[in-house]
């Protein structure tokens, strides 16, 4: 029979369950953006043109927390971004502004975070947890020649180009980018070519969060921001701790 006291410490731990809101877990931050992506029915045309229908149904998200770099202008950047979802592939578009576009380091594996470089970070099963030499998540560093790349298990970075499909346009002002992303679990195996991408359904909650590395022509990158703020701790982490991660919903 249960003693007076733990009945009560029992009671008050089943109310803090219930009053705590669905996505605030101990593996991630507190206060993760929640983004409720609808579902396209077509696959969608990769050109960095947001002509698809399915486009005006998704809200946009800003991309505007400042992690690391000194304050910046509206004409030096702004960003946000939209989610949608076909069962084969997430799609994701950006909308931003930057003032000068950089490609210094040629070679796609040397320093890409100090180009200009669009961040996405998926964490498939919303594990949250360390992703920095495994594959609980990826980071794919989106380069201006839309090449994927990430750190593999071998601990080096490598390209996952063939995970994701990416164009970009200017217009009027701003750069439209589209793409398409395959989506793997954890147990994704580099230089294997046995890999499936995982076919999605709505209810699904997966990890995101989205950010970009703005070089204007310095050595090093002179922002980056995204779309997660970080309460504490390094702010560039997002390419170890998944713990900072929004949830992205699927939903019908
Ligand atoms: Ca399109
Ligand atoms: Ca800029
Ligand atoms: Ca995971
Ligand atoms: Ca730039």
Same mark, same amino acid.
């Given at each position: ?5 733990? /009945? $009560? ?5 089943? !109310? ?5 809101? &669905? ?8 206060? /993760?953006?929640?983004?409720? &992506? +609808? #579902?396209?029915?077509?696959? !969608? ?7 698809? &229908? ?37 799609? !994701? ?13 040629? =070679? ?13 970070? !998926?964490?498939? =099963?919303?594990?949250?947890?360390? @992703?920095? %030499? ?6 794919? @560093?989106?380069?201006? =020649? ?15 180009? @063939?995970? $994701?499909?990416? /164009? ?35 209810? #699904?909650?997966?990890?995101?969060? $989205? ?12 922002? %980056?921001?995204?779309?997660?703020? $970080?309460?504490?701790? +390094? #702010? ?17």
């Amino acid at each position: 029979m249960l003693n007076a006291n733990l /009945r $009560v410490c029992l009671a008050l731990a089943s !109310l803090v369950l219930m009053a705590a809101p &669905a996505l605030a877990d101990s593996a991630h931050e507190e206060a /993760r953006t929640e983004y409720a &992506a +609808p #579902k396209s029915a077509q696959a !969608l045309t990769v050109d960095g043109v947001a002509d698809e &229908a399915i486009w005006q149904e998704a809200k946009w998200q800003d991309i505007a927390n400042r992690w690391l770099g000194p304050e910046y202008s509206a004409e030096d950047f702004q960003g946000r971004y939209k989610v949608v979802w076909t069962t084969n592939k997430i799609y !994701l578009l950006g909308e931003f502004v930057d003032d000068i576009l950089i490609d210094t380091h040629r =070679d796609p594996l040397v320093q890409y975070w100090d180009d200009d470089c669009l961040e996405i970070f !998926l964490d498939e =099963d919303f594990s949250g947890g360390d @992703h920095q %030499f495994n594959h609980n998540a990826f980071a794919y @560093h989106m380069s201006l =020649d839309n090449q994927a790349i990430d750190i593999g298990t071998g601990k080096v970075a490598r390209s996952y180009s @063939h995970h $994701v499909e990416s /164009r970009w346009k200017q217009q009027g002002g701003k750069i439209i980018w589209e793409l398409a992303i395959d989506i793997y679990a954890a147990d994704y195996q580099d230089d294997s070519d046995s890999n499936t991408p995982l076919s999605l359904s709505a209810g #699904k909650i997966l990890g995101l969060m $989205v950010a970009y590395c703005d070089n204007d022509g310095s050595e090093l990158r002179e922002n %980056f921001i995204g779309s997660e703020a $970080v309460p504490s701790g +390094p #702010k560039d982490r997002g390419w170890i701790d998944a713990g900072l991660f929004g949830a992205l919903v699927l939903v019908e």
